[in-house]
């Protein structure tokens, strides 16, 4: 049996948001061990809705290190809310050091450049 035009708008509709996706890439000064903790969100203002950092490119997951090689690394997170506006990230995690990047403004590629 096949899909309505309508339930085929809603499906269509449902996969956009699905694959909407917030990239930021990090750049670090320092020749330093790096990692990243699941618990690493972005935290909009006004909702504190958090989306989940989905993966990550040239770093390690926690418990494991990566040296910065200077070519700094990708962080692929669940897609903002449409109404978002201002953003933080921030790395939840049970010891001190966590990344931390507050007020970035949202744009409208969903892609950033941070310097950590």
């Known amino acids: ?13 449902t996969l956009q948001s699905e694959e909407r996706q917030t990239i930021v890439h990090c750049s670090c000064n320092d020749v ?5 903790w699941p618990s690493t969100y972005l935290i909009e203002h006004g909702t504190d809705k958090r989306a989940k950092l989905i993966t990550a ?9 990566t040296l910065n090689d200077g070519k700094g690394f990708t962080l692929i997170f669940e897609g903002l809310s449409k109404g978002c506006a201002t953003f933080d990230l921030v790395e939840i995690i049970p010891q001190a050091g966590g990344f931390e990047v507050k007020n970035i403004q949202r744009n409208k590629t969903d892609v950033y450049q941070i310097n950590l």
Do not use: C, H
Not at 57 to 65: D, T
């Open 57 to 65: 490119f040239n770093i390690s997951f926690a418990p494991q290190w």
């Open 1 to 13: 049996m096949g899909l309505t035009e309508t339930e085929e708008q809603v499906e269509v509709k």
């Open 32 to 36: 330093y061990a790096y990692r990243v």
